[in-house]
């Protein structure tokens, strides 16, 4: 049987992943990939695939059976458009759309033609995110009670062109999405939040830096503190070493907090007291180390895309999931922006 043709809209900085995993696969062809840079010609050339300056007429001239759109935040609604209409699942990074409306028009759209998205919260495939929902849900740790989650870096300077300073860019977006949708993931849906933004280091429209206090649903309470522009050993990609651009700490970004034992992730270390009852505080809790097989989830979620495009498996992220994950992270901006507790706005009926 044809190996599946893939191909991916935009070669920056993650979709150069993403195209390279797909050529270097036993199960997919890269057929294609677009992007209007000067870095497409060269980079098709050492993929061995064809460039196309514009995706729409790579989308017309291939025969494609799924797409990978990694272009900017604010392209995510016009090109993911273009894949529905022509009928391509899609992989959508994250976030699905800079704003609500266009991620909701978006899920409309391919709840209405029946074509798959699967939004690019790729956290979710490691196998130490999973045995950490997995454990979380067998209530190892008792009630959760809270969690509190750390993302901090400095980012160099020639990392912010334009699109990554200005409206639907910026690190709540960029990256404070990913520990929101772990947080949905691992602790429920968000119910309310408040936060406090700032650009007092880098002076761009876009924040530097946040932090966030978050209610969920279930009862439990956290919080997420967020830079990039500060050095610092904590944060998911430093402490799970699943990016080669970040250098690895080994170090922890989140730690729960449950009313028989506590986690520190994602080095997954339990603390719990010796005795049948919860430790009180004179008495010690101890680390039990867990185990864990595996590492990196972009070539998990590409397996995981090739069950979607067979119409073996349904998105373990559709549309909906993202725009929750969307309407979460936009509701911190909005407490920002107001100064006030905000709520994720609920999605649209599906049609
Ligand atoms: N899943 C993750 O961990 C992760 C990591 C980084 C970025 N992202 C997301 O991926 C997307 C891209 O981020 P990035 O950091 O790679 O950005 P980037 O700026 O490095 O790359 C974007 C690429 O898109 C290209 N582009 C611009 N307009 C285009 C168009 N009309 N058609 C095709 N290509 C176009 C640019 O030339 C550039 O090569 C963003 O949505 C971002 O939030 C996800």
Not at 64 to 73: I, R, S
Request: net charge negative; glycine share 10%.
């Amino acid at each position: 049987m044809a190996k599946p043709r893939l191909a991916v809209v935009g070669i920056g900085l993650i979709g150069i992943r993403h195209a390279e995993l797909v050529a270097a696969s036993e199960d997919a062809e890269l057929a294609a990939i677009a992007d209007p840079s000067d870095a497409g010609p060269r980079e098709a050339e050492r993929l061995g695939t064809r460039h196309y300056a514009d995706y729409r007429e790579m989308l017309d001239a291939e025969r494609l059976d799924g797409v990978y759109v990694a272009a900017p935040n604010q392209l995510h609604l016009e090109i993911g458009l273009a894949c529905i209409e022509r009928g391509i699942p899609a992989v959508i990074e994250k976030p699905l759309c800079d704003t609500l409306e266009a991620g909701a028009d978006l899920v409309l759209a391919s709840e209405a033609k029946g074509v798959p998205l699967l939004v690019g919260h790729h956290r979710r495939y490691n196998p130490r995110v999973e045995a950490t929902r997995a454990l979380l849900q067998r209530g190892e740790l008792g009630r959760l009670v809270a969690v509190n989650a750390v993302w901090a870096v400095r980012k160099p300077d020639d990392y912010f062109v334009a699109w990554r300073r200005t409206a639907g860019g910026g690190p709540i977006l960029i990256n404070m999405i990913h520990d929101v949708d772990c947080l949905r993931h691992f602790c429920g849906e968000i119910a309310e939040v408040q936060a406090y933004g700032s650009s007092a280091v880098r002076g761009f429209e876009v924040e530097d830096t946040a932090v966030v206090a978050i209610r969920f649903a279930g009862g439990a309470l956290g919080t997420v503190t967020l830079t990039d522009a500060a050095p610092s050993p904590w944060g998911w990609e430093a402490g799970s070493g699943d990016n080669p651009n970040i250098a690895a700490s080994d170090e922890n970004c989140y730690r729960f907090l449950g009313t028989d034992a506590a986690l520190d992730f994602p080095n997954l270390t339990v603390w719990r007291g010796a005795g049948p009852e919860p430790a009180s505080w004179a008495e010690k809790v101890f680390p039990t180390r867990l185990d864990w097989a595996g590492h990196e989830a972009l070539p998990r979620q590409l397996a995981h895309f090739l069950e979607v495009i067979a119409g073996t498996a349904a998105p373990r992220i559709d549309g909906r999931d993202g725009l929750a994950t969307l309407a979460a992270t936009l509701a911190i901006k909005d407490a920002i922006h107001t100064g006030r507790p905000a709520r994720p706005v609920a999605p649209p009926p599906a049609p």
